[in-house]
């Protein structure tokens, strides 16, 4: 039998933290599903499909890894794709204590998908997609944090300063 294992998020945009995570993970899955939560309630700067896109494209070379938008519970998405797996990235201790109490609601509501948490490589211990946001609308440098093509669709997103003034990003003051 095949294991699957699902990694679900936003990846809004996805950053390298997250492809770093989705090629250790596809190693240890015949099939590694990358799911995108589509987020209708939450207003996010990317749409679903353009998520999908950077995601497919950012992931084109691993093997075995697929990327599909989902709604609703990740356990029910887990269950539909036959995925006994859930994967989540940690950074920091907030990671963990968001991920344990999400891993315990899950267990509850699906005994039999279990979830592996992966340790972020130090070098996007730092990053997030929020992250990515508030640097790319402040005009600064993404390199080593996204590949091209999302820090292309980052800086089209920001190019006028209506879309910067009407988005949507959280910001943790790296400009003060
Ligand atoms: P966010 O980046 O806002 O946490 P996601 O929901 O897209 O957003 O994250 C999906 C998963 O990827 C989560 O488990 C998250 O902890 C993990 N992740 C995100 N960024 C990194 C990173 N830099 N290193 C490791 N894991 C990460």
């Known amino acids: 039998?095949?294991?699957?294992?699902?990694?679900?998020?936003?990846?809004?945009?996805?950053?390298?933290?997250?492809?770093?995570?989705?090629?250790?993970?596809?190693?240890l899955f015949d099939q590694l599903v990358i799911g995108i939560y589509d987020r209708p309630l939450k207003?996010?700067?990317?749409?679903?499909?353009?998520?999908?896109?950077?995601?497919?494209?950012?992931?084109k070379d691993l093997p075995h890894v697929r990327v599909e938008g989902y709604?609703?519970?990740?356990?029910?998405?887990?269950r539909q794709l036959g995925a006994r797996f859930i994967v989540r990235g940690l950074r920091v201790i907030s990671d963990f204590e968001l991920e344990f109490q999400m891993a315990q609601i899950n267990r509850k509501l699906a005994p039999e998908i279990d979830m592996i948490c992966l340790m972020t490589d130090i070098r996007y211990a730092f990053l997030s997609s929020s992250i990515v946001k508030e640097v790319?609308?402040?005009?600064?440098?993404?390199?080593?944090?996204?590949?091209?093509h999302v820090a292309g669709a980052l800086a089209k997103k920001f190019a006028d300063a209506k879309a910067r003034a009407e988005a949507n990003v959280k910001l943790i003051s790296l400009r003060d």
Not at 47 to 54: D, N, P, V
Not at 71 to 78: C, E, H, K, P, R
């Open 1 to 27: 039998m095949k294991t699957i294992g699902l990694y679900p998020g936003t990846f809004d945009p996805i950053t390298n933290g997250h492809i770093d995570i989705a090629s250790r993970a596809a190693i």
């Open 43 to 59: 207003s996010l700067l990317f749409s679903t499909e353009e998520r999908i896109a950077m995601a497919n494209e950012a992931l």
């Open 71 to 78: 709604s609703g519970l990740t356990v029910n998405f887990a």
């Open 136 to 148: 790319a609308m402040a005009g600064g440098c993404l390199e080593e944090m996204v590949p091209p």
